[in-house]
């Protein structure tokens, strides 16, 4: 990881799908949008849902440790939550 270079939720997305090794339009479909829902979060011109967001994290949570080392790059927020 460079330093200085912001991490961003499009990385996060394409990483998780390369490591998974889906195309984009097997991503999509275990996440239940669109193939061009998809791309566009690749390129950061959207962000995902909420919804999104947590169906995402489900599955970085199933990856086991590689899937943990994802969310502690892009979501420390998530994996410090106070209320667990």
């Given at each position: 990881?460079?330093?200085?270079?912001?991490?961003?939720?499009?990385?996060?997305?394409?990483?998780?799908?390369?490591?998974?090794?889906?195309?984009?339009?097997?991503?999509?479909?275990?996440?239940?949008?669109?193939?061009?829902?998809?791309?566009?979060?690749?390129?950061?011109?959207?962000?995902?849902?909420q919804?999104?967001?947590?169906?995402?994290?489900?599955?970085?949570?199933?990856?086991?440790?590689?899937?943990?080392?994802?969310?502690?790059?892009?979501?420390?927020?998530?994996?410090?939550?106070?209320?667990?």
């Amino acid at each position: 990881m460079e330093l200085g270079k912001p991490l961003k939720i499009s990385d996060l997305i394409r990483q998780l799908r390369q490591q998974l090794n889906l195309s984009q339009e097997k991503f999509a479909a275990k996440l239940g949008v669109s193939l061009r829902t998809i791309n566009r979060w690749e390129n950061g011109s959207t962000v995902p849902s909420q919804m999104a967001l947590k169906l995402i994290e489900e599955m970085l949570e199933k990856m086991g440790q590689a899937g943990k080392r994802l969310v502690n790059e892009y979501l420390p927020k998530s994996d410090q939550r106070e209320d667990s």
